[in-house]
């Protein structure tokens, strides 16, 4: 793809975000054939925006759910800054296709890691973190169904990025806990939706973390000091409908609660 053709990519997504519309796919002539050309569709579609990045999700880190989307492996988007909530914050469903929420751990860095030829190990990535903090995240997609169109073309669409709430940094001491088998559960207007654990998450979410910091190792400029990676879904998406409220408890972690409008 030459960057004409990554900046027609990028503003045909773009204009459907804006729009809250959805198409089949990107045309053939744009459509990225492997993950540098998705990232840099993903990286131009953040620039015209107009927003500031300010972290990073991972998309597909269970087996479930890459069956569900027919891919076969994680992938990463981008956080846009308009797009961050905080506890307790009213989520617009207006034009979101999914409407599904997802609860996840959220890891806060504390130091740049930048790209490099070699892979970090989880231990490195875990020791640049600065807090751990529970997260709810509302994605959705531009494509009529994303189930199809395949990992390049999700990638570009900032792997179904729209919003997520951040809750505050958990006290409890999380580096000595086992965050694959720490329990998650949602409640959808106070009756219990769903629940799973750290073990949802590529095994964990500790390794997840350490997957997207050599995806973006690879394909980006590595994380930066205080980015917030949302690591993906403990538990089955709930879906959701406006009026609905949705609370993830993370145990000693925190509880989180976001209302859907």
């Known amino acids: 793809m030459n960057q004409q053709d990554i900046s027609s990519a990028a503003a045909t997504l773009w204009q459907h975000w804006q729009q809250s519309t959805r198409f089949d796919e990107l045309p053939a002539h744009c459509r990225p054939g492997n993950r540098a050309e998705a990232y840099a569709i993903q990286a131009e579609v953040a620039k015209l925006s107009g927003m500031s990045i ?6 597909a880190t269970s087996t479930a759910g890459q069956r569900h989307i027919h891919v076969d492996g994680p992938l990463a988007g981008c956080l846009l800054s308009a797009r961050a909530l905080e506890a307790g914050a009213s989520v617009s469903l207006a034009g979101n296709h999914m ?19 070699e892979s970090y190990s989880v231990a490195e990535v875990l020791d640049a973190v600065a ?3 529970p997260a709810i995240e509302v994605p959705d997609s531009r494509y009529e169904d994303f189930t199809r169109v395949g990992a390049d073309q999700l990638i570009a669409d900032v792997a179904c990025a729209c919003w997520f709430a951040l ?6 001491d999380w580096r000595v806990i086992d965050l694959a088998q720490h329990s998650v559960t949602a409640c959808r207007n106070g009756a219990l939706a769903a629940q799973g654990s750290g073990a949802n998450v590529l095994g964990d979410p500790r390794s997840a973390l350490a997957w997207v910091a050599n995806e973006l190792s690879a394909y980006g ?7 917030v990676v949302i ?8 879906p959701v409908s406006a009026g609905d409220s949705v609370k993830a408890d993370f145990g000693e972690f925190g509880v989180l609660e976001v209302a859907f409008a």
Request: aromatic fraction near 6%; hydrophobic fraction near 40%; charge should be positive.
């Open 54 to 59: 300010v972290g990073w999700k991972i998309a």
């Open 99 to 117: 409407k599904v929420a997802e609860a996840e751990f959220a890891f806060r860095m504390g130091r740049h890691l930048p790209k490099r030829a």
């Open 131 to 133: 807090s751990l903090h």
């Open 167 to 172: 809750g505050p940094a958990t006290r409890a």
């Open 221 to 227: 400029n590595g994380l930066r000091a205080g980015d």
């Open 231 to 238: 690591t993906g879904t403990c538990l089955t998406p709930v």
